[in-house]
């Protein structure tokens, strides 16, 4: 605000974009537009940390820990906006007894120096090349609920041509068992894919494609499939 004109002109056009802007890209590309061709984060995890990328933890556990993880820090940064753009047009320091200032400096400490810096890049080559963008980034917790229930973006698999080598599973960056969707031949709509296309690059049968598609029969909890058109399981 104290930049006058061009300040009310990005604060507008991150409103716009944020709440128009970013929905509406997710929904034709999924969140892979941001998360693997613009951000800077997933930038320097694709090149200084794609070593690491197998070191993804896989386990149910790690993705119940990531869901309350990334989700909390997205609520975190939702409140710290209001209370920002609060404060910024009443001119009150308070609001519910909760000071702007305070909030914004604990947020700037704990999530943007000691979570996306020091944990998120230095923990690489303990815990895999996307820590931040999978445990602590409000922008990717954001996109990723538009992915998962408001998108063309998914990944279909052909269960009968799986040989459950596993590739796909241990190149993931995102901690996704890949496999599993593939071996029951059924679409990976979740949330965390960032799109980046390794599974389907390190597949050596061609059993994965990111594909955009009609909304219709995107989400399909299929059953185990043994032969594509012939022998289903159904449990
Ligand atoms: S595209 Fe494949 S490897 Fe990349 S994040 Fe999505 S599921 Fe994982
Ligand atoms: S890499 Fe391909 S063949 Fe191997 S487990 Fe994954 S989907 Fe199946």
Known sequence: MQEGTIGLFLFFWGIVLFAIGVPLLTYFYGKRWYCSWVCGCG??????G?????????????????RWLVHGVLVFAVVMTVLTAYTAFSGEAEILGMNSYSVR?????????????AVGTGFYPIMG????CRFGCPLAAYLGLVQRFKSKFRITTNGGQCISCGNCSTYCEMGIDVRWYAQRGQNIVRSSCVGCGVCSAVCPRGVLNLENGKEEGRINDNPIIIGRDR???KL
């Open 129 to 132: 090349n996307r820590v931040w």
């Open 231 to 233: 022998a289903e399981l």
């Open 50 to 66: 794609d070593p690491y990328r197998h070191l993804s933890d896989k386990r149910l556990g790690a993705w119940q820990i990531e």
């Open 105 to 117: 400096s604990t947020y700037g400490f704990f999530i943007g120096f000691v979570f996306a810096g």
């Open 43 to 48: 930038g320097l995890a694709e090149t200084v």
